[in-house]
């Protein structure tokens, strides 16, 4: 017992720091020396002493390899040098020294010919491999998988024809582990997985292609199409921005013509987030640029057109706000209905940018229902909040009436409703009534002054003091009558 005592503890002292030190086969290695010291030291004369020793080889072979695998396979490979073994390897290496051990045993120890005991079991192991046909189908299908090197620990795949994505978590003997996008686990026979065909989506870059299937009406001009499916799928999460998506037509169907949508991500996880966002964002798109997603027709069907309450109202309220809280309130009512006529309603969802800073502006946009969140950049390029807006308020006026670029970025904060007004519409009424021009320099420069000040307060505070300003309301007027004659 001293002796077992005393090995165990030496043995736990000079492993303490390795991560996963040796449990049971210490134990062994510690009985075994205990009982065969006590023997040779009381009992030497006794025949079963040599018994104990044999039993101390073996159980010193299968502690030195545990042993051998903790510290140099667990903590020096993985943890020093990055490099992770797979386990049926160091599994198969722990089989192969306790059969070495065991054959030295019986030839040098107990003078057993192997041969004959090989000879003598030869229908015992065709027996056995009959009944152990399968497990041995599975063993030798994950030798093959490890050294192809298929597929490792941490990839995503595409399993079978259905394509179910999953990522592994685990090879062993037997099966493979893997865990799917809805972090449930399962496993398969890695006989049964050489024979599926996989698809290794991290081979040989982690970066892949996926593609979606959309459906559009024969009276959609494709490069229109093309155009609309590009633009819902552009703020995506989880999309590469290069390579840049890609549009396919690739079939003129029953009631569709079918476009494939060809778009590149690098983390397969957010394959179903990024499927969500792209369908919705392309609803809204559809739905603002009057394109119809077509479904099979059987029967003669007079329908009403299928929009949101909202929309019927919409334009009612339009006008009321144009003459009361909008900067065309100088607008006759004859004028403010005849401008809401013409302009277009528009419903954006929740993070969909209705204005993209540095794209050129033909519109103002004016909310009747939702809100709005205005971001700019400094000049160290920071991101920054300018304001957020409600029904009643507008925004993008400066680029429709100077020609300038977008110099923010405005996202709806949820389902939003906006006029927009163009302009061409604008045009007519501006030439006839010269006060617009007034209200709308002035509109340009407060936006002008909030916004310098949001970006850069101290330059905006010496600006300030020294009485000089970028541009006044007369100046903007003065463009904006420049701008719409031209």
């Known amino acids: 017992m001293a002796i077992y005592v005393a090995a165990w503890l030496l043995v736990r002292l000079a492993v303490r720091r390795v991560k996963k030190p040796p449990q049971i086969t210490l134990h062994l290695f510690a009985l075994s020396l205990g009982a065969w010291a006590a023997g040779r030291i009381f009992f030497s ?281 909008s900067p065309l309130s100088c607008l006759s009512p004859e004028e403010a209905a005849a401008l809401v006529k013409k302009s277009k309603l528009a419903l954006f969802g929740a993070r969909e940018a209705l204005i993209t800073r540095g794209q050129e502006g033909h519109s103002m946009f004016i909310l009747l229902e939702g809100g709005v969140e205005i971001v700019g950049r400094t000049d160290k390029g920071a991101r920054v909040t300018l304001s957020r807006m409600g029904p009643g308020e507008c925004f993008g006026e400066r680029s429709l009436l100077t020609g300038e670029p977008r110099n923010a970025t405005v996202r709806a904060e949820e389902d939003t409703l906006v006029v927009e007004i163009c302009k061409q519409d604008l045009s007519p009424l501006i030439e006839s009534n010269p006060d617009l021009a007034e209200r709308l320099g002035e509109l340009l420069a407060e936006r002008e002054r909030k916004r310098a000040e949001a970006l850069s307060p101290e330059a905006f505070k010496e600006s300030e003091s020294s009485s000089t300003h970028a541009q006044s309301p007369r100046s903007f007027a003065a463009r904006i009558r420049s701008f719409f004659k031209a």
């Open 45 to 325: 004369q006794e025949e079963w002493g040599g018994h104990l020793g044999a039993a101390l080889i073996f159980c010193s072979a299968l502690f030195l390899w545990v042993l051998f695998d903790r510290i140099i396979c667990g903590s020096w490979l993985e943890q020093r040098r990055d490099v992770q073994l797979p386990i049926i390897l160091r599994q198969l290496g722990g089989v192969m020294v306790v059969m070495v051990a065991a054959a030295c045993i019986l030839k040098f120890g107990y003078r057993f010919e192997l041969t004959g005991l090989l000879a003598t079991s030869g229908i015992a192991a065709v027996i056995l491999g009959f009944a152990m046909q399968d497990l041995l189908a599975n063993v030798i299908a994950g030798f093959s998988i490890h050294m192809t090197g298929a597929y490792r620990v941490g990839d995503w795949l595409l399993l079978g024809d259905a394509g179910d994505r999953a990522a592994v978590t685990e090879i062993n003997w037997r099966s493979t582990r893997f865990i799917n996008n809805d972090q449930v686990s399962f496993e398969l026979p890695n006989s049964e997985l050489i024979k599926r065909r996989i698809v290794n989506l991290n081979y040989p870059t982690p970066e892949h292609a996926i593609r979606l299937c959309i459906g559009l009406d024969y009276d959609v001009p494709p490069a229109l199409a093309q155009e609309a499916i590009l633009a819902a799928c552009k703020n995506a999460q989880g999309i590469l921005e290069s390579p840049a998506p890609n549009v396919f037509l690739i079939s003129f169907d029953d009631s569709s013509i079918t476009y494939e949508l060809r778009i590149w991500m690098r983390q397969a996880r957010l394959y179903n987030v990024t499927c969500d966002e792209i369908r919705t964002s392309l609803w809204y798109e559809l739905k603002r640029r009057d394109i119809r997603i077509p479904f099979p027709i059987r029967t003669l069907d007079v329908r009403t057109p299928n929009e949101p309450k909202s929309f019927s109202s919409a334009r009612e309220k339009a006008a009321e706000i144009l003459r009361s809280s």
